[in-house]
């Protein structure tokens, strides 16, 4: 289907935790797992602390994730399509998501 983009699915989840702990060990576990996977690249995410921006390309998908922590909450906002990546939202649009989730559960 040519000149048609692939549907793509944008989530935000938030997780809670007992404690800021929590958080940044589900962080650290959840962005090293991302990391791992083939075809993964990094990205800055300005104006969320402490958060890691991840593209990925690999097994026929396409996607692109920010994962941050506010306090006792583990955050992503997320979006994936098929492995062609079209339509995708790119690292500054995810961003931009980030910054109202973060700005939403930081306060």
């Known amino acids: 289907m040519h000149g048609v983009a692939a549907p793509v699915e944008v989530v935000s989840t938030a997780e809670r935790y007992r404690t800021a702990a929590g958080a940044a060990a589900q962080l650290r ?14 990205f800055a995410v300005p104006g969320v602390p402490g958060a890691v921006g991840i593209m990925i390309r690999d097994h026929g998908v396409a996607a692109g994730d920010v994962l941050f922590t506010a306090g006792s909450s583990y955050d992503v906002v ?6 062609s990546g079209r339509g995708l939202p790119g690292p500054a649009s995810l961003t931009r998501a980030a910054r109202v989730q973060y700005q939403r559960v930081a306060g």
């Open 78 to 83: 997320a979006a994936a399509t098929d492995g």
């Open 29 to 42: 576990y959840e962005s090293g797992r991302l990391e791992a996977m083939g075809g993964a690249a990094q």
